[in-house]
Protein backbone atom coordinates (compact mmCIF):
# COMPACT_ATOMS: atom_id res chain seq x y z
CA UNK A 1 0.00 0.00 0.00
CA UNK A 2 1.90 3.52 -0.79
CA UNK A 3 1.94 6.08 0.84
CA UNK A 4 -0.67 8.33 -0.12
CA UNK A 5 -3.76 5.49 0.42
CA UNK A 6 -2.74 5.08 3.96
CA UNK A 7 -2.86 8.43 4.81
CA UNK A 8 -6.15 8.69 3.05
CA UNK A 9 -7.44 5.70 5.40
CA UNK A 10 -6.20 7.23 8.33
CA UNK A 11 -7.61 10.38 8.34
CA UNK A 12 -10.90 8.90 7.29
CA UNK A 13 -10.90 6.79 10.10
CA UNK A 14 -10.21 9.38 12.30
CA UNK A 15 -13.04 11.43 10.69
CA UNK A 16 -15.29 8.59 10.98
CA UNK A 17 -14.53 8.67 15.21
CA UNK A 18 -15.67 12.13 15.49
CA UNK A 19 -18.34 12.05 12.54
CA UNK A 20 -21.47 11.29 12.20
CA UNK A 21 -21.41 7.55 12.29
CA UNK A 22 -19.56 6.93 15.99
CA UNK A 23 -22.51 7.32 18.89
CA UNK A 24 -21.99 9.00 22.06
CA UNK A 25 -19.88 6.28 24.94
CA UNK A 26 -22.04 5.54 27.91
CA UNK A 27 -21.70 8.46 30.44
CA UNK A 28 -19.86 7.43 33.65
CA UNK A 29 -21.04 8.08 37.42
CA UNK A 30 -17.64 9.42 38.32
CA UNK A 31 -18.92 12.19 35.95
CA UNK A 32 -21.49 13.28 38.27
CA UNK A 33 -21.66 15.22 41.59
CA UNK A 34 -24.93 15.90 43.06
CA UNK A 35 -25.35 18.26 45.91
CA UNK A 36 -26.72 17.65 48.48
CA UNK A 37 -25.87 13.66 48.89
CA UNK A 38 -28.10 12.17 49.94
CA UNK A 39 -31.14 14.60 49.11
CA UNK A 40 -32.67 16.06 52.06
CA UNK A 41 -36.34 17.56 52.17
CA UNK A 42 -36.83 21.27 52.06
CA UNK A 43 -40.13 22.14 53.04
CA UNK A 44 -42.40 19.83 51.08
CA UNK A 45 -40.21 19.23 48.02
CA UNK A 46 -36.82 17.42 47.20
CA UNK A 47 -34.32 20.05 45.49
CA UNK A 48 -30.64 19.29 44.56
CA UNK A 49 -28.38 20.25 42.00
CA UNK A 50 -26.38 17.63 39.79
CA UNK A 51 -23.19 18.74 38.36
CA UNK A 52 -21.64 16.89 35.05
CA UNK A 53 -18.08 17.56 34.68
CA UNK A 54 -17.46 16.34 31.10
CA UNK A 55 -14.47 15.08 29.73
CA UNK A 56 -12.53 15.71 26.25
CA UNK A 57 -12.87 13.29 23.10
CA UNK A 58 -15.83 12.41 25.00
CA UNK A 59 -19.20 14.57 23.80
CA UNK A 60 -19.30 14.24 19.83
CA UNK A 61 -19.88 17.67 18.01
CA UNK A 62 -23.02 16.41 16.60
CA UNK A 63 -25.05 15.16 19.66
CA UNK A 64 -27.46 16.14 21.48
CA UNK A 65 -28.06 15.08 24.69
CA UNK A 66 -31.21 15.36 26.94
CA UNK A 67 -30.68 14.32 30.71
CA UNK A 68 -33.59 13.37 32.98
CA UNK A 69 -33.10 12.56 36.71
CA UNK A 70 -35.56 10.08 37.95
CA UNK A 71 -36.09 9.32 41.40
CA UNK A 72 -36.48 5.72 41.89
CA UNK A 73 -38.35 4.22 44.82
CA UNK A 74 -40.42 1.13 46.00
CA UNK A 75 -41.18 -0.10 42.84
CA UNK A 76 -41.81 3.44 41.25
CA UNK A 77 -39.99 6.13 39.74
CA UNK A 78 -40.58 10.50 39.04
CA UNK A 79 -39.01 12.51 36.55
CA UNK A 80 -37.30 15.46 37.17
CA UNK A 81 -37.67 18.74 34.73
CA UNK A 82 -35.39 17.45 31.90
CA UNK A 83 -32.34 19.32 30.51
CA UNK A 84 -30.72 19.07 27.13
CA UNK A 85 -27.16 20.01 26.06
CA UNK A 86 -25.32 19.72 22.61
CA UNK A 87 -22.15 19.57 20.64
CA UNK A 88 -20.45 22.00 18.69
CA UNK A 89 -21.73 21.29 15.10
CA UNK A 90 -25.91 21.34 16.45
CA UNK A 91 -27.56 24.03 15.65
CA UNK A 92 -29.70 24.73 18.73
CA UNK A 93 -29.78 26.71 21.97
CA UNK A 94 -28.67 24.65 24.46
CA UNK A 95 -25.74 24.72 26.32
CA UNK A 96 -23.07 23.17 24.50
CA UNK A 97 -20.35 20.98 25.69
CA UNK A 98 -16.48 20.97 24.25
CA UNK A 99 -15.65 17.79 22.18
CA UNK A 100 -11.62 18.50 22.57
CA UNK A 101 -12.15 20.25 26.23
CA UNK A 102 -15.11 18.85 27.13
CA UNK A 103 -17.18 21.13 30.00
CA UNK A 104 -19.44 21.28 32.79
CA UNK A 105 -23.21 20.78 32.70
CA UNK A 106 -25.87 21.64 35.29
CA UNK A 107 -28.71 20.06 35.66
CA UNK A 108 -31.39 21.32 38.95
CA UNK A 109 -33.38 18.52 40.24
CA UNK A 110 -36.69 19.13 42.25
CA UNK A 111 -39.52 16.46 42.90
CA UNK A 112 -42.55 16.56 45.53
CA UNK A 113 -41.43 14.52 48.83
CA UNK A 114 -43.42 11.21 49.54
CA UNK A 115 -42.06 9.02 52.65
CA UNK A 116 -41.42 6.26 50.46
CA UNK A 117 -38.77 8.16 49.04
CA UNK A 118 -36.33 7.36 52.22
CA UNK A 119 -35.17 4.57 50.72
CA UNK A 120 -34.40 5.71 46.68
CA UNK A 121 -31.95 6.04 44.22
CA UNK A 122 -31.37 9.15 41.91
CA UNK A 123 -30.52 7.85 38.33
CA UNK A 124 -29.91 9.63 35.44
CA UNK A 125 -31.11 8.58 31.45
CA UNK A 126 -30.00 9.78 28.78
CA UNK A 127 -31.52 10.21 25.11
CA UNK A 128 -29.45 10.96 22.44
CA UNK A 129 -29.86 12.74 18.87
CA UNK A 130 -27.74 12.70 16.25
CA UNK A 131 -28.68 13.76 12.77
CA UNK A 132 -31.61 11.63 11.88
CA UNK A 133 -30.68 8.89 14.71
CA UNK A 134 -32.10 8.85 17.87
CA UNK A 135 -30.55 6.12 21.14
CA UNK A 136 -31.18 5.70 24.77
CA UNK A 137 -28.00 5.20 26.87
CA UNK A 138 -27.77 3.28 30.31
CA UNK A 139 -29.45 4.98 33.30
CA UNK A 140 -26.72 6.06 35.88
CA UNK A 141 -27.15 6.73 39.33
CA UNK A 142 -25.93 9.29 41.12
CA UNK A 143 -27.39 9.81 44.52
CA UNK A 144 -28.59 7.02 47.37
CA UNK A 145 -31.60 7.96 49.88
CA UNK A 146 -33.61 10.97 50.87
CA UNK A 147 -32.47 12.55 54.22
CA UNK A 148 -36.52 13.49 55.88
CA UNK A 149 -35.51 14.86 59.47
CA UNK A 150 -37.05 18.71 58.32
CA UNK A 151 -40.23 16.59 57.72
CA UNK A 152 -40.41 16.28 61.61
CA UNK A 153 -41.84 19.70 61.77
CA UNK A 154 -45.30 19.69 62.70
CA UNK A 155 -47.73 22.15 63.09
CA UNK A 156 -50.09 19.92 65.31
CA UNK A 157 -48.50 20.39 67.99
CA UNK A 158 -48.41 24.09 68.08
CA UNK A 159 -50.69 25.37 70.48
CA UNK A 160 -53.78 27.41 69.16
CA UNK A 161 -53.98 31.20 70.54
CA UNK A 162 -56.66 31.57 73.05
CA UNK A 163 -58.40 34.69 73.65
CA UNK A 164 -58.31 35.98 77.15
CA UNK A 165 -61.35 36.35 79.60
CA UNK A 166 -61.32 39.35 82.10
CA UNK A 167 -62.06 37.76 84.96
CA UNK A 168 -60.57 39.05 88.12
CA UNK A 169 -61.15 37.59 91.92
CA UNK A 170 -60.85 40.76 93.28
CA UNK A 171 -61.18 44.17 91.54
CA UNK A 172 -60.86 47.20 93.22
CA UNK A 173 -63.24 50.45 93.16
CA UNK A 174 -61.97 53.74 94.77
CA UNK A 175 -64.93 56.54 95.56
CA UNK A 176 -64.17 60.21 96.78
CA UNK A 177 -66.04 62.98 97.37
CA UNK A 178 -64.06 66.21 98.58
CA UNK A 179 -64.50 68.76 101.09
CA UNK A 180 -64.20 72.44 99.97
CA UNK A 181 -62.67 75.33 102.80
CA UNK A 182 -62.98 78.91 102.63
CA UNK A 183 -59.88 80.88 102.18
CA UNK A 184 -57.42 80.97 105.29
CA UNK A 185 -59.84 78.26 107.35
CA UNK A 186 -60.04 75.17 108.20
CA UNK A 187 -63.25 74.49 109.68
CA UNK A 188 -65.61 72.17 108.29
CA UNK A 189 -69.06 73.42 107.19
CA UNK A 190 -72.55 71.69 107.48
CA UNK A 191 -73.29 72.43 103.55
CA UNK A 192 -70.31 70.31 102.73
CA UNK A 193 -71.20 67.39 104.70
CA UNK A 194 -74.76 67.42 103.29
CA UNK A 195 -73.38 67.48 99.37
CA UNK A 196 -74.39 64.52 96.97
CA UNK A 197 -70.22 63.45 96.53
CA UNK A 198 -70.44 63.38 100.80
CA UNK A 199 -73.86 61.35 101.32
CA UNK A 200 -73.24 58.65 98.26
CA UNK A 201 -69.69 58.29 99.77
CA UNK A 202 -70.72 57.40 102.83
CA UNK A 203 -73.36 55.36 101.93
CA UNK A 204 -70.84 53.52 99.69
CA UNK A 205 -68.59 52.91 102.97
CA UNK A 206 -71.80 51.68 105.24
CA UNK A 207 -72.80 49.37 102.33
CA UNK A 208 -69.40 47.95 101.65
CA UNK A 209 -68.67 47.07 105.45
CA UNK A 210 -72.13 45.02 105.53
CA UNK A 211 -71.46 42.96 102.05
CA UNK A 212 -69.43 39.96 102.70
CA UNK A 213 -68.22 40.13 99.14
CA UNK A 214 -67.34 43.45 99.38
CA UNK A 215 -64.07 44.72 101.44
CA UNK A 216 -62.75 47.69 102.25
CA UNK A 217 -58.96 47.90 101.92
CA UNK A 218 -58.41 51.52 103.13
CA UNK A 219 -59.93 55.15 103.44
CA UNK A 220 -57.34 58.37 102.82
CA UNK A 221 -57.36 61.22 103.82
CA UNK A 222 -55.36 63.78 101.45
CA UNK A 223 -55.77 67.33 102.91
CA UNK A 224 -54.57 70.58 100.46
CA UNK A 225 -54.15 74.20 100.54
CA UNK A 226 -54.00 76.45 97.72
CA UNK A 227 -50.53 77.85 96.71
CA UNK A 228 -50.98 82.03 97.24
CA UNK A 229 -49.91 83.38 100.76
CA UNK A 230 -46.61 82.19 102.51
CA UNK A 231 -45.68 78.52 102.93
CA UNK A 232 -45.90 78.88 106.70
CA UNK A 233 -49.33 79.53 106.79
CA UNK A 234 -50.49 77.33 104.46
CA UNK A 235 -48.65 74.52 105.68
CA UNK A 236 -50.52 75.36 108.99
CA UNK A 237 -54.05 75.31 107.00
CA UNK A 238 -53.43 72.24 104.92
CA UNK A 239 -52.27 70.50 108.48
CA UNK A 240 -55.27 71.40 110.28
CA UNK A 241 -57.57 70.91 107.53
CA UNK A 242 -56.10 67.33 107.48
CA UNK A 243 -56.72 67.09 111.36
CA UNK A 244 -60.48 68.36 111.27
CA UNK A 245 -61.08 65.94 108.09
CA UNK A 246 -59.94 62.82 110.08
CA UNK A 247 -61.87 64.27 113.30
CA UNK A 248 -65.17 64.01 111.36
CA UNK A 249 -64.52 60.82 109.46
CA UNK A 250 -63.78 58.92 112.44
CA UNK A 251 -67.04 60.51 113.86
CA UNK A 252 -68.78 59.47 110.91
CA UNK A 253 -67.46 55.72 111.30
CA UNK A 254 -68.56 55.67 114.17
CA UNK A 255 -71.82 56.73 114.13
CA UNK A 256 -72.27 54.21 110.95
CA UNK A 257 -70.60 51.46 113.03
CA UNK A 258 -68.30 50.95 110.33
CA UNK A 259 -65.44 48.99 112.20
CA UNK A 260 -63.66 46.99 109.15
CA UNK A 261 -62.91 50.08 107.16
CA UNK A 262 -58.82 48.51 106.45
CA UNK A 263 -56.28 51.28 106.58
CA UNK A 264 -57.10 54.72 107.80
CA UNK A 265 -54.21 56.99 106.30
CA UNK A 266 -53.92 61.05 105.87
CA UNK A 267 -51.56 63.31 104.32
CA UNK A 268 -51.48 66.66 103.99
CA UNK A 269 -49.60 69.04 100.89
CA UNK A 270 -48.93 72.69 101.85
CA UNK A 271 -49.12 74.55 98.34
CA UNK A 272 -50.81 72.52 96.17
CA UNK A 273 -48.77 73.43 92.32
CA UNK A 274 -49.59 70.17 90.62
CA UNK A 275 -53.04 70.93 91.15
CA UNK A 276 -52.84 74.29 90.02
CA UNK A 277 -50.71 73.92 87.45
CA UNK A 278 -53.26 70.54 85.99
CA UNK A 279 -56.45 73.38 86.78
CA UNK A 280 -54.46 76.49 84.24
CA UNK A 281 -53.13 74.19 81.54
CA UNK A 282 -56.86 72.66 81.44
CA UNK A 283 -58.62 76.19 81.76
CA UNK A 284 -59.70 78.69 79.44
CA UNK A 285 -57.31 81.49 81.17
CA UNK A 286 -56.41 83.53 77.66
CA UNK A 287 -52.52 84.13 79.25
CA UNK A 288 -52.67 80.59 80.64
CA UNK A 289 -49.51 79.63 78.31
CA UNK A 290 -47.65 83.03 80.50
CA UNK A 291 -48.42 82.04 83.67
CA UNK A 292 -47.20 77.88 83.18
CA UNK A 293 -44.17 79.22 82.13
CA UNK A 294 -43.63 80.81 85.33
CA UNK A 295 -43.98 78.27 86.75
CA UNK A 296 -41.65 76.27 84.71
CA UNK A 297 -38.67 79.28 85.30
CA UNK A 298 -39.41 79.24 89.32
CA UNK A 299 -38.67 76.56 91.43
CA UNK A 300 -39.16 78.28 94.78
CA UNK A 301 -42.75 78.30 95.90
CA UNK A 302 -42.41 82.30 96.70
CA UNK A 303 -40.73 83.29 93.99
CA UNK A 304 -43.66 81.69 91.97
CA UNK A 305 -46.30 82.90 93.78
CA UNK A 306 -44.98 86.37 93.96
CA UNK A 307 -44.24 86.31 90.16
CA UNK A 308 -47.71 85.06 89.68
CA UNK A 309 -48.88 88.26 91.74
CA UNK A 310 -46.97 90.71 89.28
CA UNK A 311 -48.92 89.36 86.40
CA UNK A 312 -51.92 91.64 87.64
CA UNK A 313 -54.03 91.17 84.48
CA UNK A 314 -54.57 87.39 85.13
CA UNK A 315 -54.18 86.80 89.05
CA UNK A 316 -57.85 88.47 89.59
CA UNK A 317 -59.15 85.47 87.55
CA UNK A 318 -56.64 82.99 89.26
CA UNK A 319 -58.39 83.72 92.54
CA UNK A 320 -61.64 83.29 91.23
CA UNK A 321 -61.45 80.65 89.14
CA UNK A 322 -58.30 78.15 90.32
CA UNK A 323 -57.24 78.72 93.60
CA UNK A 324 -60.58 77.72 95.69
CA UNK A 325 -60.37 74.46 93.52
CA UNK A 326 -57.27 73.83 95.67
CA UNK A 327 -58.92 74.19 99.00
CA UNK A 328 -59.92 70.85 99.94
CA UNK A 329 -59.62 67.75 101.83
CA UNK A 330 -60.18 64.55 99.60
CA UNK A 331 -61.52 61.35 100.99
CA UNK A 332 -60.84 58.24 99.41
CA UNK A 333 -62.54 54.47 100.25
CA UNK A 334 -60.67 52.13 98.30
CA UNK A 335 -63.10 48.60 97.87
CA UNK A 336 -62.23 45.81 96.95
CA UNK A 337 -65.04 43.71 94.95
CA UNK A 338 -64.34 39.68 95.83
CA UNK A 339 -65.54 37.61 93.27
CA UNK A 340 -66.50 33.87 93.06
CA UNK A 341 -64.12 31.46 94.23
CA UNK A 342 -62.98 28.57 92.08
CA UNK A 343 -64.80 26.16 93.74
CA UNK A 344 -68.04 28.55 93.49
CA UNK A 345 -67.33 29.14 89.60
CA UNK A 346 -66.93 25.00 89.10
CA UNK A 347 -70.16 24.35 91.11
CA UNK A 348 -72.14 26.94 89.51
CA UNK A 349 -70.81 25.41 85.79
CA UNK A 350 -72.10 21.84 86.82
CA UNK A 351 -75.60 23.56 88.50
CA UNK A 352 -76.61 26.32 86.84
CA UNK A 353 -73.77 27.85 84.16
CA UNK A 354 -76.46 30.36 83.08
CA UNK A 355 -75.89 32.33 86.68
CA UNK A 356 -71.98 32.51 85.18
CA UNK A 357 -70.73 35.73 83.06
CA UNK A 358 -69.24 35.12 79.73
CA UNK A 359 -65.77 36.06 81.78
CA UNK A 360 -66.21 33.75 84.60
CA UNK A 361 -67.02 30.75 82.24
CA UNK A 362 -64.11 31.54 80.35
CA UNK A 363 -61.99 32.03 83.58
CA UNK A 364 -63.57 28.31 84.71
CA UNK A 365 -62.33 26.52 81.76
CA UNK A 366 -58.55 27.53 82.72
CA UNK A 367 -59.56 24.93 85.86
CA UNK A 368 -58.11 21.99 84.26
CA UNK A 369 -56.00 20.64 82.10
CA UNK A 370 -58.25 18.04 80.65
CA UNK A 371 -58.67 18.91 77.36
CA UNK A 372 -62.81 17.49 77.14
CA UNK A 373 -63.43 19.33 80.31
CA UNK A 374 -62.29 22.67 78.53
CA UNK A 375 -63.95 21.36 75.64
CA UNK A 376 -67.60 21.14 77.18
CA UNK A 377 -66.73 24.59 79.04
CA UNK A 378 -66.10 26.43 76.20
CA UNK A 379 -69.29 24.78 74.51
CA UNK A 380 -71.28 25.91 76.70
CA UNK A 381 -69.97 29.13 76.75
CA UNK A 382 -70.49 29.28 73.17
CA UNK A 383 -74.10 28.23 73.32
CA UNK A 384 -74.63 30.62 76.34
CA UNK A 385 -72.97 33.84 74.52
CA UNK A 386 -72.93 33.36 70.70
CA UNK A 387 -71.85 36.64 69.88
CA UNK A 388 -68.68 36.84 71.95
CA UNK A 389 -66.41 35.64 69.60
CA UNK A 390 -63.49 34.33 72.39
CA UNK A 391 -66.18 31.49 72.99
CA UNK A 392 -65.52 30.00 69.43
CA UNK A 393 -62.15 30.77 69.11
CA UNK A 394 -61.25 28.98 72.08
CA UNK A 395 -63.68 26.09 71.50
CA UNK A 396 -61.94 26.02 68.32
CA UNK A 397 -58.82 25.70 70.37
CA UNK A 398 -59.80 22.67 72.30
CA UNK A 399 -61.18 20.75 68.75
CA UNK A 400 -57.77 21.39 67.13
CA UNK A 401 -55.90 20.10 70.00
CA UNK A 402 -57.74 17.22 69.73
CA UNK A 403 -57.21 16.40 66.32
CA UNK A 404 -60.95 17.37 64.92
CA UNK A 405 -59.61 19.93 62.66
CA UNK A 406 -62.53 20.52 60.55
CA UNK A 407 -64.59 21.26 63.82
CA UNK A 408 -62.01 23.95 64.68
CA UNK A 409 -61.95 25.25 61.29
CA UNK A 410 -65.63 26.45 61.47
CA UNK A 411 -65.09 27.64 64.92
CA UNK A 412 -61.88 29.79 64.14
CA UNK A 413 -64.09 31.29 61.03
CA UNK A 414 -67.27 31.80 63.43
CA UNK A 415 -65.15 33.82 65.94
CA UNK A 416 -63.56 35.94 62.98
CA UNK A 417 -66.81 36.72 61.53
CA UNK A 418 -67.94 37.96 65.06
CA UNK A 419 -64.84 40.27 65.41
CA UNK A 420 -62.39 40.64 62.26
CA UNK A 421 -59.32 42.09 63.85
CA UNK A 422 -59.19 39.20 66.60
CA UNK A 423 -55.25 38.09 66.63
CA UNK A 424 -56.51 35.05 68.16
CA UNK A 425 -58.78 34.16 65.37
CA UNK A 426 -56.48 34.69 62.77
CA UNK A 427 -53.69 33.05 63.69
CA UNK A 428 -55.55 29.96 64.29
CA UNK A 429 -57.40 29.79 61.00
CA UNK A 430 -53.13 30.46 59.34
CA UNK A 431 -52.27 27.47 61.67
CA UNK A 432 -55.22 25.17 59.52
CA UNK A 433 -54.34 26.62 56.03
CA UNK A 434 -50.49 25.32 57.48
CA UNK A 435 -52.12 21.91 58.19
CA UNK A 436 -53.79 22.11 54.98
CA UNK A 437 -50.55 23.09 53.01
CA UNK A 438 -51.74 26.60 51.93
CA UNK A 439 -48.82 28.09 52.40
CA UNK A 440 -49.97 31.26 50.84
CA UNK A 441 -53.26 31.52 52.86
CA UNK A 442 -51.54 30.81 56.17
CA UNK A 443 -48.95 33.72 55.88
CA UNK A 444 -51.69 35.93 55.00
CA UNK A 445 -53.37 34.93 58.00
CA UNK A 446 -50.42 34.82 60.09
CA UNK A 447 -49.38 38.90 58.99
CA UNK A 448 -53.42 39.63 60.32
CA UNK A 449 -52.02 37.84 64.07
CA UNK A 450 -49.63 40.48 64.98
CA UNK A 451 -50.14 40.00 69.07
CA UNK A 452 -51.10 36.75 69.12
CA UNK A 453 -49.74 34.54 71.78
CA UNK A 454 -47.67 31.94 70.52
CA UNK A 455 -47.33 33.01 66.86
CA UNK A 456 -43.75 32.96 67.02
CA UNK A 457 -44.05 29.24 67.54
CA UNK A 458 -46.98 29.30 64.51
CA UNK A 459 -44.49 31.34 62.07
CA UNK A 460 -41.34 29.23 63.43
CA UNK A 461 -43.30 26.03 61.77
CA UNK A 462 -44.33 28.00 58.58
CA UNK A 463 -40.68 28.70 58.05
CA UNK A 464 -39.43 25.15 59.03
CA UNK A 465 -42.42 24.34 55.97
CA UNK A 466 -41.08 26.79 53.42
CA UNK A 467 -37.43 25.62 53.97
CA UNK A 468 -36.22 28.99 55.25
CA UNK A 469 -34.99 27.53 58.42
CA UNK A 470 -32.69 31.02 59.78
CA UNK A 471 -36.31 32.75 60.23
CA UNK A 472 -37.76 29.32 61.79
CA UNK A 473 -34.76 30.04 64.42
CA UNK A 474 -35.24 33.79 65.02
CA UNK A 475 -39.67 33.19 64.87
CA UNK A 476 -39.18 30.65 67.73
CA UNK A 477 -37.17 32.76 69.67
CA UNK A 478 -36.42 30.81 72.90
CA UNK A 479 -39.60 28.47 72.82
CA UNK A 480 -38.72 25.22 74.45
CA UNK A 481 -40.42 22.68 71.60
CA UNK A 482 -39.59 19.76 69.36
CA UNK A 483 -39.85 22.21 66.26
CA UNK A 484 -37.66 24.78 68.06
CA UNK A 485 -35.28 22.03 68.30
CA UNK A 486 -35.70 20.51 64.83
CA UNK A 487 -34.65 24.52 63.52
CA UNK A 488 -31.86 24.28 65.24
CA UNK A 489 -30.55 21.32 63.89
CA UNK A 490 -31.35 21.70 60.53
CA UNK A 491 -29.04 25.26 61.03
CA UNK A 492 -26.54 23.10 62.28
CA UNK A 493 -26.59 24.64 66.03
CA UNK A 494 -26.21 21.21 67.65
CA UNK A 495 -25.22 22.67 71.25
CA UNK A 496 -28.46 25.02 71.25
CA UNK A 497 -30.53 22.21 70.13
CA UNK A 498 -29.38 19.78 72.85
CA UNK A 499 -30.37 22.15 75.33
CA UNK A 500 -33.98 22.87 74.14
CA UNK A 501 -34.68 19.41 73.60
CA UNK A 502 -33.62 18.91 77.50
CA UNK A 503 -35.50 21.45 78.46
CA UNK A 504 -39.10 20.72 77.06
CA UNK A 505 -41.27 20.04 79.95
CA UNK A 506 -43.47 16.76 78.84
CA UNK A 507 -40.91 15.00 76.21
CA UNK A 508 -42.59 13.00 73.56
CA UNK A 509 -41.05 10.25 70.96
CA UNK A 510 -40.27 13.28 68.81
CA UNK A 511 -38.36 15.08 71.01
CA UNK A 512 -36.22 11.58 71.92
CA UNK A 513 -36.07 10.86 67.94
CA UNK A 514 -34.59 14.44 67.86
CA UNK A 515 -32.37 13.65 70.55
CA UNK A 516 -31.21 10.51 68.58
CA UNK A 517 -30.37 12.67 65.47
CA UNK A 518 -28.67 14.71 67.50
CA UNK A 519 -26.32 12.13 68.79
CA UNK A 520 -25.93 10.33 64.88
CA UNK A 521 -24.87 14.08 64.02
CA UNK A 522 -22.44 14.08 66.91
CA UNK A 523 -21.09 10.69 66.32
CA UNK A 524 -22.65 9.39 69.71
CA UNK A 525 -23.47 6.08 69.10
CA UNK A 526 -24.69 5.62 73.58
CA UNK A 527 -26.86 8.48 72.30
CA UNK A 528 -28.78 7.15 69.23
CA UNK A 529 -29.39 4.45 71.38
CA UNK A 530 -30.91 5.06 74.29
CA UNK A 531 -33.15 7.68 72.55
CA UNK A 532 -34.15 5.64 69.91
CA UNK A 533 -34.96 3.19 72.49
CA UNK A 534 -37.37 5.98 74.24
CA UNK A 535 -38.63 7.05 71.03
CA UNK A 536 -39.87 3.70 69.66
CA UNK A 537 -41.22 2.81 73.10
CA UNK A 538 -43.60 5.86 73.07
CA UNK A 539 -44.22 5.11 69.41
CA UNK A 540 -43.38 1.89 68.19
CA UNK A 541 -44.10 3.37 64.28
CA UNK A 542 -40.59 5.07 64.66
CA UNK A 543 -38.85 1.81 64.68
CA UNK A 544 -39.88 1.24 60.70
CA UNK A 545 -38.91 5.14 60.10
CA UNK A 546 -35.45 4.85 62.23
CA UNK A 547 -34.37 1.81 60.39
CA UNK A 548 -35.16 3.80 56.81
CA UNK A 549 -33.67 6.92 58.21
CA UNK A 550 -30.23 8.15 56.44
CA UNK A 551 -29.31 10.05 59.70
CA UNK A 552 -28.61 6.67 60.97
CA UNK A 553 -26.99 5.12 58.44
CA UNK A 554 -23.59 5.04 59.99
CA UNK A 555 -25.05 3.17 63.23
CA UNK A 556 -25.62 -0.39 63.83
CA UNK A 557 -29.34 -0.25 64.47
CA UNK A 558 -29.95 -4.58 65.69
CA UNK A 559 -31.34 -4.68 68.98
CA UNK A 560 -32.25 -1.33 69.56
CA UNK A 561 -35.37 -0.68 67.54
Avoid: H
Avoid at 36 to 63: H, Q, W
Wanted: overall charge negative; glycine content about 6%.
Amino acid sequence: MNKKLCYSLILGSAVMLTGCGKKLNQFSADYFSVNPSPLEVVGDKVPATVTGKIPGNFFLKNAEVTVTPYLEYNGTEVASQPYTFQGEKVRGNNPVVNYEYGGTVTIPVMYTYVPEMAKSNLSLAFEVKQGSKQYVLPRVKVAEGVVATSTLADAATVTPALAADKFQRIINEKYAADIKFLINQANIRDGELRSAAMKDLNAEIVNASRDSSRQIEEINISSYASPEGGVDLNTRLAENREKNTSKYLQSQLKKDDVTNFGELTAQFTAEDWDGFQKLVSESNIQDKELILSVLSMYKDPEEREREIRNLSSVFEQLADEILPQLRYSRITASINVIGKSDEEIQSLFESNPKALSVDELLYCATLTDDNSKKLAVYAKAAELYPNDYRTFNNLGNCQYVAGDYDAAKASFAKAARLEPSSSESQMNLGLISLMNNDYSDANQKFGSAAGAEGLGDALGVFYLKQGDYANAVKAFGDSKNNNAALAQILTKDYSKAKTTLSSINNPDATTYYLMAVLGARTNNEQMVASNLRQAVKLDSSLAAKAANDLEFSNFNLSGVI
